[in-house]
């Protein structure tokens, strides 16, 4: 296995995907907040000015955390591998989805 191709990190290693998971989830951030303020927009005028643009956002945001999750979900699995690490957790990993899923209804309202 090659660690790197051209200076750049291989998905098959840990830290390549690491960084990629890093990079989804300033992206995610940067989602969230431009949502958040067209929603705090929306709160102070009554006003929708761009249904479709605040629908968009929502489904980028939507997108963005599912790349986020999976790539960090990789990054994981790599480095248990290299490492040498034992068997999947699952109640480590129900427990994570369920705290994620509850800051992902957080920030819509809907908890």
Not at 26 to 49: H, K, N, W
Not at 74 to 100: P, Q
């Amino acid at each position: 296995m090659a660690d790197h191709i051209d200076g750049c990190p291989t998905d098959e290693e840990a830290g390549g995907l690491e960084a990629r998971a890093s990079e989804a989830l300033m992206q995610m951030e940067r989602l969230r907040v431009r949502l958040s303020r067209a929603l705090d927009e929306v709160d102070r005028t009554g006003v929708i000015e761009d249904p479709l643009g605040l629908a968009k956002g929502q489904k980028d945001l939507e997108a963005a955390y599912k790349s986020a999750f999976e790539s960090e979900g990789r990054a994981l699995d790599v480095r248990r591998k290299r490492d040498g690490g034992g068997g999947l957790d699952l109640d480590a990993a129900r427990a994570e989805v369920e705290s994620r899923l509850d800051r992902l209804r957080g920030c819509f309202g809907q908890e």
